[in-house]
């Protein structure tokens, strides 16, 4: 079994703004179950309480270049896993994770430079990992730190480092006097290392300088290798197909199960569905919709509002899908500026159809974990999805999901439990809405769908298993 050092900007509980948090938070632990020893490093930012944890390490010394950063380390144990939170006020105590005010810092490349490199001294100071395994772009200079900067270190001969791509649409790119600031020279501003069309690109980094590379579903390990889902790094990609692995997401199902959810007013399981329509009529009540939408199908959204996610389909299509005798129940928020057209959409929905559209902007776990229990139909049309978490939850909670066939979503859903469409076109997304509100209509039929659905295990225990068949494949994974 392995000793696995894990690297990212954040893990449920202590920190979340998307899916890449509920990972952290859940596949340490499974793989603890199985005989791993696992340790998390994360950044302690503002808003993390640690109760129960302890300092382990005062001033460790982190180095970009010739420029000191003052950080020290502190530990939290819990379910077997170790997490290390980097303590570095000057870079983290700030009021938001990423940004402020719809911008992103300025110094975000030294900040999660920082973490990168630190990986490297609490390797040889706390934890002597075989693997270290880094998610996203925030946590991936650790492998170029390794392989070029302390290339000729003994501490860190024979370790082997794993890069899983969350997303590729996030790149963390940044102009190239970032270069000096993160600590490597003008030798790293190269085709075959950090440059990309004359900038600095730190997600390129762990892909090239890592032995594997991962993501986190079968199909977006192919769809990244094309033009089309690859952002500029389809090549890059292709050259390293070899190493090149998708792994699907897990679920947690302590958290997300009907039959447990402490969030719902009422439980439920495939053998005993009467909880669902409790959780349908409290989802109303909380969106200030009338009952008379409990003999409506509720159509459930819960997402960031973005084109990535479909958000224009459904701008495009409003009309026609509520010129169906549907009501929305949706929860969400523009991710930036750029696209806050999509919640003025939702309130201009809400405003024209005030007695079929509910509607929270913001984020909200308990409406979240409400809606995937209280709706009676998912839509998830996104452009593309990595994995995808939402149409998972959706099949445990009894409630088809409607998806596109990328990423995740292609991997998990099918006609037996859902409702798919291929092209990313409006007539077909509408075309999928109809044919999930037709089989609505068949009583016997639907109820068949629903359970067939719960009865899937996404649970993160086959996941771990891949993944320490990866672990133990690493060993003999060529350098690239």
């Keep these: 079994m392995a000793r696995i050092l894990m690297v990212a900007s954040e893990a449920a509980p202590f920190v979340k703004t998307g899916g890449l948090a509920d990972v952290l938070g859940s596949l340490p632990a499974a793989l603890v179950t199985q005989g791993h020893q696992v340790a998390v490093l994360l950044p302690k930012y503002r808003q993390v309480a640690l109760h129960g944890g302890r300092r382990i390490y005062h001033d460790l010394p982190v180095w970009l270049g010739s420029t000191p950063y003052a950080a020290s380390v502190d530990e939290l144990v819990t379910e077997g896993v170790s997490y290390l939170f980097l303590d570095c006020p000057a870079l983290y105590d700030r009021d938001g994770v990423y940004s402020s005010g719809g911008k992103d810092y300025p110094d975000n490349h030294i900040r999660f430079a920082v973490l990168s490199r630190a990986a490297l001294e609490v390797i040889r100071r706390?934890?002597?990992?075989?693997?270290?395994?880094?998610?996203?772009?925030?946590?991936?200079?650790?492998?170029?730190?390794?392989?070029?900067?302390?290339?000729?270190?003994?501490?860190?001969?024979?370790?082997?480092?794993?890069?899983?791509?969350?997303?590729?649409?996030?790149?963390?790119?940044?102009?190239?006097?970032?270069?000096?600031?993160?600590?490597?020279?003008?030798?790293?501003?190269?085709?075959?290392?950090?440059?990309?069309?004359g900038d600095v690109n730190l997600m390129k980094g762990g892909l090239v300088f890592s032995d594997a590379i991962g993501t986190v579903s079968p199909t977006y390990a192919q769809e990244i290798?094309?033009?089309?889902?690859?952002?500029?790094?389809?090549?890059?990609?292709?050259?390293?197909?070899?190493?090149?692995?998708?792994?699907?997401?897990?679920?947690?199902?302590?958290?997300?199960?009907?039959?447990?959810?402490?969030?719902?007013?009422?439980?439920?399981?495939?053998?005993?569905?009467?909880?669902?329509?409790?959780?349908?009529?409290?989802?109303?009540?909380?969106?200030?919709?009338?009952?008379?939408?409990?003999?409506?199908?509720?159509?459930?959204?819960?997402?960031?509002?973005?084109?990535?996610?479909?958000?224009?389909?459904?701008?495009?299509?409003?009309?026609?899908?509520?010129?169906?005798?549907?009501?929305?129940?949706?929860?969400?928020?523009?991710?930036?500026?750029?696209?806050?057209?999509?919640?003025?959409?939702?309130?201009?929905?809400?405003?024209?159809?005030?007695?079929?559209?509910g509607l929270k902007i913001g984020y909200d776990n308990g409406l979240a974990h409400l809606i995937e229990a209280g709706a009676d139909i998912f839509l998830m049309p996104s452009r593309y999805e990595p994995c995808g978490l939402n149409q998972l939850y959706s099949l445990r909670y009894g409630t088809p999901p409607v998806v596109r066939a990328t990423g995740g979503l292609n991997d998990t859903i099918d006609e037996a439990v859902g409702f798919k469409f291929q092209g990313y076109s409006g007539p077909e997304f509408l075309a999928a809405v109809r044919g999930a509100l037709e089989a609505f209509g068949d009583r016997d039929g639907w109820l068949e769908l629903m359970r067939k659905g719960m009865a899937r295990d996404y649970s993160w225990a086959a996941s771990a298993r891949l993944y320490g068949d990866l672990y133990r494949r690493l060993e003999s994974f060529p350098r690239g």
Excluded at 299 to 305: D, P
Aim: aromatic residues 10%; negative net charge.
């Design 126 to 197: 706390i934890f002597r990992a075989q693997i270290v395994h880094c998610h996203d772009w925030q946590a991936a200079l650790v492998a170029p730190y390794m392989r070029v900067s302390f290339g000729s270190d003994p501490t860190f001969a024979g370790i082997r480092t794993l890069f899983t791509i969350h997303n590729l649409g996030y790149q963390g790119v940044f102009a190239p006097s970032a270069l000096s600031q993160i600590g490597f020279d003008r030798s790293m501003l190269t085709p075959s290392a950090l440059e990309f069309w």
């Design 225 to 357: 290798q094309t033009p089309e889902f690859g952002f500029g790094l389809d090549g890059l990609l292709r050259s390293r197909a070899g190493v090149l692995n998708g792994i699907l997401n897990g679920v947690d199902y302590g958290a997300w199960s009907p039959e447990v959810d402490r969030l719902l007013p009422a439980n439920y399981s495939a053998d005993s569905l009467e909880g669902k329509l409790a959780c349908k009529r409290r989802l109303l009540e909380e969106l200030g919709l009338p009952a008379e939408n409990m003999d409506r199908p509720v159509l459930g959204i819960v997402s960031r509002f973005t084109a990535q996610k479909g958000f224009d389909l459904i701008a495009g299509t409003a009309a026609e899908l509520l010129s169906e005798d549907v009501a929305l129940a949706v929860l969400g928020s523009s991710a930036s500026q750029d696209e806050a057209h999509f919640e003025q959409l939702f309130q201009d929905l809400k405003a024209a159809y005030p007695e079929r559209v």
